[in-house]
């Protein structure tokens, strides 16, 4: 089986720059959690050390989006049942890593990546949070929504873990719906002229 460029050693995750890592896309050394930028860490999507659970930036915890280590859902007792049948968002999944192409990179990338001529590019690592936005403005609105429905949903949390403030997107809606029941108001009272 081939692998992708990994740049990490005895690694043999797809595009991973993580020591011994197994899990694709990590950057984490001896992780096996896909897109994990933790330690040792099998959760995909983490940023904490040895964390089993996704989208975690604890260490030691096998919760989900968990900034304590627990077994959870946004630091709250959360069963198996409740978190599998919740719909995860589509823009939860995104990578924490990028193949660049040896001719897409600037001279200062070329410069700190000098093997880029014998590799044809080099594994960029992202910053966890950019990414985690950047998925997050791309998303449908219907899709960003599904995150709400989360069990134990906690917005504060949400705003740490990923620096998203889904309260933002509900202002602008709150606004929105307040401006139209204001433009019914006056359709209706120009109707009535």
């Not at 590799?119 to 950047?134: E, H, N, P, R, S």
């Not at 889904?166 to 009535?192: G, H, P």
């Amino acid at each position: 089986m081939t692998h992708k460029t990994s740049t990490g050693n005895r690694s043999t995750g797809d595009y991973s720059t993580g020591d011994c890592s197994t899990g694709n896309r990590s950057t984490g050394d001896c992780s096996t959690g896909n897109r994990s930028t933790g330690n040792r860490s099998t959760g995909d999507y983490s940023t904490g050390n040895r964390s089993t659970g996704y989208w975690s930036i604890s260490d030691n915890s096998s919760g989900h989006f968990s900034t304590v280590s627990s077994m959870s859902s946004f630091d709250k007792q959360c069963t198996k049942e409740e978190w599998d049948n919740f719909s995860k968002p589509s823009f939860l999944y995104f990578d924490v890593t990028v193949w660049v192409e040896s001719h897409k990179l600037s001279d200062k990338e070329k410069e700190d990546n000098e093997d880029h001529g014998n590799t044809g590019g080099y594994v960029k690592i992202l910053d966890f949070k950019q990414a985690f936005q950047d998925s997050y403005k791309n998303a449908t609105g219907e899709d960003r929504k599904k995150i709400l429905k989360a069990p134990n949903f906690d917005a504060d949390k949400f705003l740490e873990i990923s620096g998203i403030d889904v309260r933002v997107d509900s202002d602008l809606q709150d606004k929105k719906k307040a401006l139209i029941e204001k433009a019914n108001e006056l359709l209706k009272q120009a109707e009535e002229l």
